[in-house]
């Protein structure tokens, strides 16, 4: 089955600075890979996500990026705020088998002032 | 809001008691999942429907631990014989099958086993 890493556990960055955080995954039959935002006592949310059909996708100052050959994806927030402060979730899902989700252990990212 | 609500938010029982859980996704959810999610962990699939069928189920998903979508609706998720490592957060989603698209997660029932 999948196997999806991430890295780093922990990510502390001052507000304004840019975070990243990477996953790897080991089912190269995956196509789809979300990202969640979870806070504390809260469902996850879906905050971007990509298909294995394009390399990048943007939404403000969220982006994503996929590597198919190397099977890793990654999640740029730039311009960090106070409020992006949560775990983030990256997940991959294989085409049939009921498509469900395979997530990554999280990061904790924090912003500080 | 993502139209999937879980009932109840938060259940505490004795070890050996049964809990059940319930998942009301919207509809359109022909496909509903059942995560668990421990503390400092992403969620892990313990079992999935598509309208009243179970079609897959995780190993993590003993004997003690049934799942029933009776209409293609609404879900429950019944634990039998509780034990202290049960106690996790229970996460219901939704999908739809035609759109292909992510599942919206429901809030959670909050598990505690004393």
């Known amino acids: 089955g999948e196997n999806v890493e991430q890295h780093p556990s922990t990510l502390s960055v001052q507000e304004g600075d840019s975070a990243v955080i990477k996953c790897t995954y080991s089912?190269?039959?995956?196509?789809?890979f979300p990202w969640y935002k979870q806070e504390l006592g809260k469902r996850p949310q879906l905050i971007i996500d990509?298909?294995?059909?394009?390399g990048e996708k943007k939404d403000q100052r969220i982006a994503v990026t996929l590597n198919k050959t190397a099977k890793h994806f990654s999640l740029h927030i730039t311009e960090t705020q106070p409020e992006d402060s949560a775990v983030y979730f990256c997940?991959?899902?294989?085409?049939?088998?009921?498509?469900?989700?395979?997530f990554g252990t999280g990061t904790q990212l924090k912003v500080e002032l | 809001d993502t139209g999937v609500s879980q009932d109840p938010r938060h259940k505490i029982t004795k070890r050996g008691q049964n809990v059940t859980f319930r998942c009301d996704p919207i509809?359109?959810?022909?496909?509903l999942y059942w995560y668990r999610q421990t503390l400092g962990q992403g969620p892990e699939f313990l079992t999935y429907?598509?309208?009243?069928?179970?079609?897959?189920k995780s190993r993590l998903l003993s004997d003690r631990f049934s799942a029933e979508r009776p209409k293609g609706s609404f879900s429950t998720l019944e634990i039998q014989r509780t034990e202290q490592g049960d106690s996790a957060m229970y996460l219901c989603a939704g999908a739809q099958q035609s759109l292909d698209t992510e599942a919206f997660f429901g809030q959670g029932t909050r598990l505690t086993v004393v």
């Open positions: 990509i298909r294995s059909n394009v």
């Open positions: 429907f598509q309208n009243e069928a179970q079609l897959e």
């Open positions: 089912d190269s039959a995956s196509n789809y």
């Open positions: 997940a991959a899902k294989t085409q049939g088998g009921g498509n469900k989700l395979t």
């Open positions: 509809s359109e959810h022909n496909r």
